[in-house]
């Protein structure tokens, strides 16, 4: 069972940028690929960044450029770094941990490849 939990979320100005943590109760949190996934109002969760099981990390295309996924294996902590934030980035975010070892990064961009997830942390970006 692998335990996660989100914060460094908050209210933010259009242009601004903010970095999320994920801390992780994994005692081998490093071979663990992780994501992070968001949900706006009225909108399904949809992915944002991911860490696949080779260790490559891979983006939506609405956040590639300006989101940066990191992990901190010494801290069992993945980050996602957002600049450039935009009102259409306000959501809940979520981090998760998936035990797949596919290859291929499209695996990652779906939910169901994740067995884990934390509690989610709000984002709120004003224009």
């Known amino acids: 069972q692998v335990q996660l939990v989100e914060s460094g979320g908050g209210l933010v100005q259009a242009g601004g940028s903010l970095r999320l943590s994920c801390a992780a109760s994994a005692r081998t949190f490093s071979n663990y690929p992780m994501g992070w996934f968001r949900q706006a109002p009225g909108k399904e969760r949809e992915f944002v960044a991911a860490f696949t099981w080779t260790g490559s990390s891979t983006y939506a295309f609405s956040v590639k450029g300006r989101f940066t996924i990191s992990r901190d294996n010494a801290k069992n902590t993945v980050y996602l770094q957002m600049n450039s934030l935009k009102p259409e980035d306000t959501a809940v975010y979520y981090c998760?941990?998936?035990?797949?070892?596919?290859?291929?990064?499209?695996?990652?961009?779906?939910?169901?490849?994740?067995?884990?997830w934390g509690q989610g942390t709000q984002v709120t970006v004003s224009s």
């Open positions: 998760a941990a998936s035990r797949s070892t596919y290859i291929s990064e499209s695996y990652y961009r779906t939910q169901e490849t994740y067995s884990y």
